[in-house]
């Protein structure tokens, strides 16, 4: 296993997280306990020393699965992590409550790393209001050595993580960013990267694989890779990038099955960072794949001076690709519910006014429509 250095520490550079653990009958409640029990020894047994959790992974039952699995092991030799669930607004007046519940769901009386949940566009103002509470009592839990390691996760743009490290990044010590080969560009990773990079805030990593689509690529791309290195598994080429990028301290990997987890320690024998041809055929072949569905914006912002709703339609668009590309999700619904209604995509009257001075000729007003149809906006 490698290991990274953080601060004092040695943390094993894959993570085991729980968000996507083995369950019965199909459903996501019900947790297969003894498959988890199994996972997590083996893990142990082969150097993982991170595991994460949180509050409202498979309806709030991950964190005592975990827990209940990792009671086996020696405290000392394993650091766990989880997160304040700002996710959900009716939650930010309970800061303390769900925190002694956390700890009591999990059977810990500390945790070793603690995260601001999920900040995003939807929630940054509730997480800067100081009349919640929520760092001044998490930092009186780092006082009290119940919080070792205190830190922040995002899904939201480099702005929203700016406003937030304006207001607290003195006092964060990590940030987990949706960081891998496609998001890079579409997703801006490489700007949330730099932009933490110049807070001097290490990065933890969430969906590697983005979900597993980037474990099954096309024979096409597969092929192209294995030209490279014919002894890779598509999978790994995931994790070889993050390697390539030395900011990255922790990998968390969601895995579901113990075959996936015997197959990411084999990856984590060894660092095999890419070279450059690899990165750049790597990165092609996220352009592809992005290209297939993506409307080609550039944001040259022509067609915003010519929109009579004022809609900002290069940040709806970006929107638009992320929600076709994913089949749905929630990143796109999320960012959205932060904007006003008269600034959706079902605000668009379909005048096509933006259309005539589109560069890309994008059929703007089609998209808006099927943008507002997908969100139930229409």
């Keep these: 296993m490698i290991y990274k250095d953080f601060q004092n520490l040695k943390l094993s550079a894959l993570g085991m997280g ?3 653990l083995p369950v019965t009958d199909g459903d996501d409640a ?3 306990e003894e498959a988890v029990k199994a996972m997590v020894d083996y893990a142990m047994k082969n150097g993982i020393n991170y595991y994460d959790t949180a509050w409202g992974y498979h309806n709030g039952n991950s964190e005592l699965v975990l827990g209940s699995a990792l009671a086996g092991h020696p405290r000392d030799s394993f650091y766990l992590a989880d997160k304040f669930p700002g996710y959900d607004l009716s939650n930010m007046d309970k800061v303390k409550p769900i925190f002694e519940e956390q700890l009591q769901r999990c059977g810990m009386e500390y945790f070793d790393f603690y995260l601001f949940h999920n900040v995003c566009e939807m929630n940054i103002d509730a997480y800067l209001d100081k009349t919640y509470g929520i760092f001044d009592y998490l930092m009186e839990q780092k006082e009290k050595g119940r919080i070792r390691h205190l830190g922040f996760s995002a899904h939201g743009s480099c702005q929203v993580m700016s406003r937030f490290l304006d207001a607290y990044g003195a006092h964060m010590e990590f940030c987990q960013i949706q960081l891998n080969f496609l998001d ?7 700007e949330k990267a730099a932009l933490l990079n110049r807070h001097e805030i290490p990065i933890w990593v969430m969906e590697p694989l983005r979900g597993g689509r980037l474990a099954r690529l096309s024979p096409e791309h597969r092929k192209a890779l294995q030209a490279l290195r ?3 598994e598509t999978p ?12 990255v301290t922790v990998i968390l990997s969601g895995m579901s099955s113990l075959s996936q987890l015997e197959d990411n320690i084999l990856t984590f024998r060894e660092e095999k960072p890419l070279d450059s041809r ?10 592809e794949m992005v290209g297939k569905t993506a409307l080609p914006c550039t944001a040259c ?13 290069p940040a709806l668009l970006s929107l638009y690709n992320e929600h076709i590309f994913t089949e749905g999700g929630f990143i796109a619904p999320m960012a959205l519910a932060a904007v006003e209604e008269e600034k959706k995509p079902g605000a668009c009257i379909g005048c096509r006014s933006c259309e005539a001075v589109c560069p890309q000729q994008i059929k703007i007003s089609e998209a808006m429509a099927d943008f507002a149809l997908k969100l139930g906006q229409a």
């Design 184 to 190: 890079w560009s579409f997703q801006d990773a490489k």
């Design 301 to 313: 912002r022509y067609c915003t001076s010519h929109c009579p709703q004022k809609l900002d339609i």
């Design 278 to 287: 690899e990165m750049d055929t790597l990165l092609g072949i996220a352009r």
């Design 230 to 232: 014919p002894k890779e």
């Design 236 to 247: 790994a080429w995931a994790f070889r990038f993050l390697q390539s990028i030395p900011e």
């Design 30 to 32: 019900q947790v297969d």
């Design 18 to 20: 729980a968000m996507r």
